[in-house]
């Protein structure tokens, strides 16, 4: 028996950058929203709400992140879990297009 354990050594701390991302991208959604209501700038608001399609796709990611490794020695996926990566990523470019 061997593993299907294909992650990088990176993959840690990968997945915390890209939560920590995720923080930093809601935190600006939230202060340009705000502000933006708070002192009428439409421009405000509607990057603000365009920042949270940034957040869904980086929440995306970092799921992807967090499923793979939780399922990197699963026997059920006999390839590894490295196609998640790739369909979130699209699934992240899909989001970003739109």
């Known amino acids: 028996k061997h593993s299907h ?10 997945e915390f950058r890209t939560w920590l991302v995720i923080v930093l991208t809601f935190a600006s959604m939230v ?4 502000c933006g209501l708070m002192f009428g700038s439409l421009a405000l ?6 920042m949270s399609t940034h957040a869904i796709a980086f929440f995306i990611t970092a799921f992807a992140y967090s ?6 020695n699963s026997p059920s996926y006999v390839f590894g879990t ?5 369909l979130a990523a699209y699934t992240s470019a899909l989001i970003l297009i739109g």
């Open 45 to 50: 608001v509607a990057d603000g709400i365009h």
């Open 67 to 72: 499923y793979s490794r939780k399922h990197a």
């Open 31 to 34: 202060v340009e929203i705000t």
């Open 82 to 86: 490295g196609k998640v990566g790739e």
């Open 5 to 14: 354990d294909f992650l990088s050594v990176s993959h840690s701390s990968n």
